[in-house]
């Protein structure tokens, strides 16, 4: 085992893996990464053989230190990074020694990125799972000064990976799958809906995203509708006939109707988005929503072929020169000899 000692942290980073599946009937919803995608490519490049916890950072890192060597790498958001002083690059693993100095900054795209390592961060589990859900009252934001256990990296020499990530950031279409629900929505107000530009709301965490709009609002018809059963991904019509969707931490009861439910595969996307980005919803079958799922194991394997090298940039190695840069050296005149 060994230590993360936290030396700055931004607000709102927390503990996530891939959450606690099994317990809705009880009111827990599964929780986990916002971006399970991002743990998923996070395994593949540091070899693990299931997503490890890691750490969520909603908008901003910290600068963190360890006590001995660990591969590392970042997913999800793209955030500027360095290691006293070289890039650490979006999806690709590096190397942090004792003594060194990682520094992450806020996100240039995405809203929640990962910083994972190749052993994973340990600490006390709950219900199977280590990550935090705040809306059930487990666990506590990442504090200054915490030094967190990881499990050790049994292979630090590794050689350096690289992979592109599936694009995700900046918005964009939401494939969406009728519910049970979705037939108290009138066919014109259905239509509208699919043809209407929305915008990520400020209001946004990892229980849902408001959407914003222009025009009026969503109507439905649903007096008297009693509270359901409700998931990560349904589209709930709140009051005021505006759109909310639910993600990792949401409730697990709502009374508000639901139009429809973004499909798994572009839950992320959805999560990734920064306030103001434009999005949009395409209506798909049952049938074609059950075409476009993928387990996430077969998502991992998928990932892993797609592992590549790492080409480092020469003004990035600061002991370039210690290198054997040149070999097969000779004088020129070797065959006139001969």
């Known amino acids: 085992m060994s230590v993360l000692r936290v030396l700055d942290i931004a607000p709102g980073v927390t503990v996530q893996d891939m959450g606690r599946p099994g317990w809705i009937a009880k009111g827990l919803a599964r929780g986990g990464a916002a971006d399970r995608l991002a743990l998923l490519e996070a395994a593949a490049l540091l070899g693990q053989h299931h997503p490890l916890a890691a750490l969520e950072m909603a908008g901003a890192g910290g600068r963190f230190a360890v006590d001995a060597p660990t591969r590392i790498c970042l997913t999800g958001a793209r955030m500027k990074a360095e290691i006293e002083g070289r890039p650490l690059g979006h999806c690709e693993t590096a190397l942090l020694a004792p003594g060194e100095v990682l ?6 795209a995405g809203a929640y990125g990962y ?8 600490g006390e589990e709950w219900l ?10 487990v666990g506590r934001f990442v504090a200054a000064g915490d030094d967190i256990a990881l499990g050790p990296d049994d292979a630090p020499e590794a050689a350096a990976l690289v992979l592109e990530p599936e694009p995700r950031l900046g918005g964009g279409a939401l494939r969406v ?4 629900q979705s037939g108290l929505f009138a066919p014109e107000v259905r239509a509208r809906f699919f043809g209407t530009e929305f915008s990520r709301a400020p209001q946004a965490n990892r229980q849902g995203v408001r959407l914003d709009f222009e025009g009026p609002a969503f109507e439905s018809e649903t007096s008297g509708l009693a509270s359901d059963f409700i998931t990560g991904g349904d ?3 709140t009051g005021d006939g505006r759109p ?3 993600l990792a931490e949401s409730q697990t009861v709502g009374g508000y109707p639901r139009i429809g439910t973004v499909i798994a595969a572009d839950l992320p996307r959805l999560a990734q988005a ?3 980005e434009a999005l ?3 209506e798909v079958s049952l049938a074609e929503a059950d075409a476009a799922w993928e387990s996430e194991a077969a998502v991992q394997a998928r990932l892993r072929k797609a592992l590549r090298p790492r080409l480092r940039d020469p003004r990035d190695i600061p002991d370039l020169l210690s290198y054997q840069l040149v070999s097969g050296v000779t004088g020129g005149n070797e065959l006139e000899d001969e």
């Open 103 to 108: 520094r992450v900054g806020g996100a240039q």
């Open 235 to 237: 589209i709930q019509m």
């Open 177 to 180: 799958m009728p519910g049970p």
């Open 280 to 282: 949009r919803f395409q």
């Open 274 to 276: 920064q306030a103001g």
């Open 115 to 122: 910083l994972a390592f190749a052993g994973g961060v340990l």
């Open 244 to 246: 909310y969707v639910l």
């Open 128 to 137: 199977g799972a280590r990550a935090a859900h705040l809306l059930a009252g």
